[in-house]
């Protein structure tokens, strides 16, 4: 599966007006798993990345804008580190289905206005179901 989250543009202003560490824009991340056995206890989706080497809980930048990481989140904002889970919080084991929502948010982490640089920012992570 592969799938491709666009936040669309960030303006340097959107940018600027939010505070270090601060989300700028956020994007809903749907995940819709079926086929669950009756057994089955918890279903999650957990997040593997590379870490940005400085704001570890954000995922390193492949583009050539600075001063914005992503970062992958539960539906309350809690930030999901690498190889971390977000659960399902509805299981429905007569039906065999479970959903799973995660938000992809771009987060100020230049110190100042200064090191805000215009350009695209890029991450990738890779998803795996896990059913206990």
Sequence with gaps: MSR???LGEITQGAIKAAAQNASVVSKSLV????ACPASTKSVGIEFGYTADPIN???LANTGTGAGVLLGITDNTDALVPNDGTVNATDLDTTAGTATV???VQAYRTAPTDADIVAGDVSSSATVTISQN
């Design 4 to 6: 491709t989250v666009d």
């Design 31 to 34: 995940f819709n798993v079926t």
């Design 56 to 58: 570890t809980q954000y």
């Design 101 to 103: 929502n995660a938000k």
